[in-house]
């Protein structure tokens, strides 16, 4: 620990801001149930919205991708998504690890083979959220997303050398969420 200032107390200040969430206490994520907004539809119906929009050539890519991880794990591209094991709808969501799957794709009238794991429609679309300088393809991404509770911080906002820092025994996030009232009590006690 460095000397204690006021400057990280605040959340307002690079200095104490929760390095996950900026000091905001909540983050995006992308949500399962904005993806695939409708479990009874198959693969083959659209079950997986995010990766139905878009330019001809990445369309034709996702096919590419999903047909490759039918033909590897076996399951119908015409199974309805609630009913595909849960392990494999994780799998699809959140990639295959370091499982590689064989791909392959027509490149100027040839066709060329590779393998490598599936990254999963999760990170393909953070990667693409991230990657991207369209102010439009990141506002449709956000489309799939939702807000949640920061994790590093569990929405106290301040980074956790700054929320190990007791007052009287009581954290100093427990501090500020006092009223005035109850720390005017808690102070004098």
């Keep these: 620990f460095e000397e204690l200032t006021a400057r990280p107390f605040s959340f307002n200040s690079h200095y104490g801001a929760c390095p996950g969430c900026a000091g905001l206490g909540t983050d ?99 990667r693409r959220y991230e990657e991207t300088d369209s102010d439009f393809t990141r506002q449709r991404l956000r489309g799939y997303m939702n807000r949640q509770v920061c994790p590093g911080c569990a929405g106290k906002r301040l980074k956790p050398e700054i929320l190990a820092c007791t007052v009287r025994g009581k954290s100093i996030a427990e501090v500020t969420g006092m009223s005035i009232k109850r720390a005017a009590v808690f102070f004098d006690g």
């Design 28 to 126: 995006m994520f992308f949500d399962p149930a904005l993806i695939i907004p409708d479990p009874a539809l198959s693969i083959n119906g659209c079950a997986i919205h995010a990766w139905r929009r878009g330019g001809r050539r990445l369309i034709i890519y996702y096919n590419g991708l999903l047909r490759a991880l039918s033909k590897h794990f076996g399951f119908d591209l015409d199974t309805p998504f609630k009913a595909l094991q849960p392990d494999f709808q994780r799998m699809l969501l959140d990639g295959s690890g370091t499982e590689d799957v064989e791909f392959g794709f027509w490149r100027r009238g040839a066709y060329h083979k590779y393998s490598k794991p599936f990254e999963g429609i999760i990170p393909n679309l953070k």
